[in-house]
DNA sequence: GCTCTGTTAGAAACTGGTTACTCACTGGCC
DNA sequence: GGCCAGTGAGTAACCAGTTTCTAACAGAGC
């Protein structure tokens, strides 16, 4: 019913019976048990049942026995929007990135489920697209509906995010700083990573770098810019060249070309994606690496280490960062301060693909 | 606090003020607006506020305009908590997956996140670390939280699956079909992929195949090894060597020097991940692909473009599954059937890691 | 001018829980 | 035996919306 991507689908037998089960009539689930039936089949208060439910200790074991057993009975499990209601919390929280597609929000989301579903919190996602219009939409829509909020927003300007601090609040952002925001963020020191980096490379001899640049409205991107720039400048004898490119690896391995035609003996990507597709677009075109030129990524994704060859790349704790804006998420819902910004240090990876500078 | 995986974290300024904005006394957050104010303000019944709110056309436009501004005026957003319980549903449905860091379920997740964000819906997402008991445990819950369910569940059994159908009503199932299940799946010909796979690889000459094993839970493990037992008895002279493996590329690489020891050569890996793993150390033992060995891999994920040499494959749709999934899960939820299942046609891509069989 | 009909908006019931307050009852102590 | 404290459970008020039912009112038709 739609031009599908891949399989022509081939039909099976029906599942059986009442998978649609009803839904029909009304709002209600059909015959779902209130806490008002188990009240009236264990013959007690509603507010009973409830305390049982919630492990109030100020039920006599007898009766909290009777009402455990109706609900059984009755296959009761308390509403979640009532609860929710009752409460002023939805047991929730949720996550915002711009694209679900990229290992660097990939791990943060991991990390981030992790920690919450240790914490019996279920965790909302929405994809924004790399729209810096929707990322703040979805936002606050995604905010509405949880108790707080993790938000990576790579392009969303820093003075929406001030405005709008309010309504998101409890919130952390990931990946990004923003100067005067009412909100922890975990971030990564981009000029630490681009600085080792460099360092590496010109104690290997190499004098000649490409960029192979990022989106242009992405922050890291821009950080790790201004880094190399700054190094650069900072490096008598020491030429950078730019490259537009992309953060994809389709954007790696077009820019191969280009990379051999501006005679650099090193290329820092963007990322690693587009450091393997570079790799991938070298490899076709007979350039070795390292021994012709070397290639240097950022991030660490989990498939650095199995590129042709091993990239040598800036690792950034994508997990740890997750896991950690649980952390600063909670303190936040739990009226606590949520504590300092982090910038996280990258760490350099040396591997197989950074190499002497030929002679 | 606590063995961060990479940084050292750097203290930085704090946070400007009102991070935790207030959020001790009581469960609602402090001065937002409920319908109530709202209707005072704009002198009117909370009647009329939810008709206006709600696109009902039986109010005099005047009187909207009125409410609309006392709406705006307040910062006003309807309880997402009271409006769930006030019409039955969350608006939210919600995925499980038994692993975040597959591309596989990166896929569904991606797909589907699309499809319900395009119907203004929001998703839950909960990783079951494959688990088969967390599998059936996170999905209750996850369903509790939302209007319906897609699982991924490749370890929990049929059975169980069976008897939680009707709390887990709606539902949809992925890569999985499960016999006399009332809920629609989505799943993958594995047969077929693999048939394709074993057609390839004997018509450039290969009559000795080592496949490396996947999970032994993995309902896709017991389906392809099933398929590739069945041609390898169905071809006169054929061999399969089964080598126990894994799902992870740290597996595929442990599994280089068993590969090379059987004397196979072509290997047929129950993923992607295990292919690129075997690359990289059949490449280290100065093997080469394809002209020793060929080397094939199974889903397609995006890397596989990327390998050194790029992997032949058997693509399947990850995204279209998480799409349909959407439209079956929308159709149940509306009372309507679901449809029948669907087992997906892969499809073979041939790139460079597969060649003639050495002479 | 009166009745009938249609439109608009309000009153009140309802969604399913939680919890502050109250009260009945029990047992200890004087 | 009466008073008091403590305990266990019920009553009823909330949480913030939606929706059915009803009533007021205006305009049309006779």
Redesign the pocket.
């Known amino acids: 019913m739609r031009a599908g991507t891949g399989g022509r689908a081939e039909d099976r037998d029906e599942p059986s019976s009442s998978a649609g089960s009803g839904a029909r009539r009304g709002?209600?689930?059909a015959g779902?048990?209130?806490?008002?039936?188990?009240?009236e089949a264990a013959?007690?208060?509603?507010?009973?049942?409830?305390?049982v439910?919630?492990g109030s200790?100020?039920?006599?074991p007898?009766?909290?026995a009777r009402v455990r057993a109706a609900a059984q009975a009755l296959d009761?499990?308390?509403?979640v929007?009532?609860?929710s209601?009752?409460?002023?919390r939805t047991g929730t929280i949720s996550l915002v990135v711009p694209d679900l597609s990229n290992p660097l929000f990939q791990g943060v989301l991991r990390g981030l489920s992790q920690a919450a579903g240790k914490a019996g919190r279920q965790l909302l996602v929405a994809e924004s697209n790399e729209d810096a219009e929707e990322e703040t939409i979805l936002a606050i829509e995604a905010r509405r509906n949880s108790d707080g909020l993790v938000l990576a927003s790579p392009r969303a300007p820093g003075e929406r995010l001030r405005e709008l601090s309010d309504r998101l609040a409890p919130f952390v952002l990931v990946y990004r700083e923003v100067r005067g925001l009412a909100a922890p963020s975990l971030s990564v020191d981009n000029d630490a990573g681009i600085n080792e980096l460099v360092a590496h490379l010109t104690g290997l001899g190499h004098r000649h770098l490409a960029y192979l640049s990022g989106p242009s409205a992405s922050s890291s991107h821009a950080a790790r810019l201004a880094a190399l720039r700054a190094a650069a400048a900072g490096t008598p004898g020491f030429t950078l060249t730019e490259l537009p490119c992309g953060s994809m690896f389709d954007d790696g391995h077009a820019t191969a070309r280009p990379v051999l035609e501006c005679g650099a003996s090193a290329v820092v990507a963007f990322n690693d994606m587009v450091a393997s597709g570079a790799l991938t677009g070298l490899h076709e075109l007979g350039v070795r690496v390292p021994g012709d030129v070397s290639v240097t990524g950022f991030d660490d994704i989990p498939f650095a280490r199995y590129t042709t060859p091993p990239l040598t790349t800036v690792s950034i704790p994508k997990n740890e960062l997750g896991r950690q804006a649980w952390e600063r998420l909670w303190a936040l819902m739990n009226g606590e301060s949520g504590g300092y910004n982090v910038r996280f240090q990258p760490r350099l990876l040396i591997r197989d693909s950074t190499g002497p500078a030929p002679s």
Request: aromatic share 2%.
């Open positions: 709002p209600r689930p779902a048990a209130t806490i008002s039936r188990v009240a013959g007690v208060s509603r507010a009973t049942v409830s305390r439910m919630n200790t100020t039920v006599k007898e009766l909290a009761y499990e308390p509403s929007a009532a609860r209601l009752a409460l002023g």
